[in-house]
């Protein structure tokens, strides 16, 4: 990829009668060393990237992802996002769904969502 083509964030909008999100850092609480230890992990980097760049609906299922990890390994994963702020999750029934807290994130942390999209997940 170029240094002048950025990949495209793809924010889809939120559609009518969803379920409350799960709890979450409110915006002004959200802490730059909390979001960034989250997203220290390339596993966790590669989910956030997918939902900015890949993102087919609203919000995901942990399935969707595809990863050969055991469930409670992802369920640890996206809390720790969760929990950071960085994803917002809500639950429809047994399942629950992620998508990036895109607004909340950019007025934060202005260009940090753009070096996620911009990783490279192949290894070094």
Known sequence: MSSTTR??????????GLPAPLP????????????LGALSGPLRLSIVRRLL????????????????????SLTHHFKALREAGVLRQRQYGLERRSEVRVDDLNARFPGLLDLVA???ERPA
């Open 7 to 16: 990949p495209a964030i793809r924010v889809l909008p939120e559609p009518p």
């Open 24 to 35: 979450e850092p409110a915006v002004e609480d959200l802490r730059l060393e909390t979001v």
């Open 53 to 72: 760049l890949e993102r087919e609906e609203f919000d995901h299922p942990c399935g969707w992802f595809g990863f050969d990890r055991p469930k409670s």
């Open 118 to 120: 911009d990783w490279d």
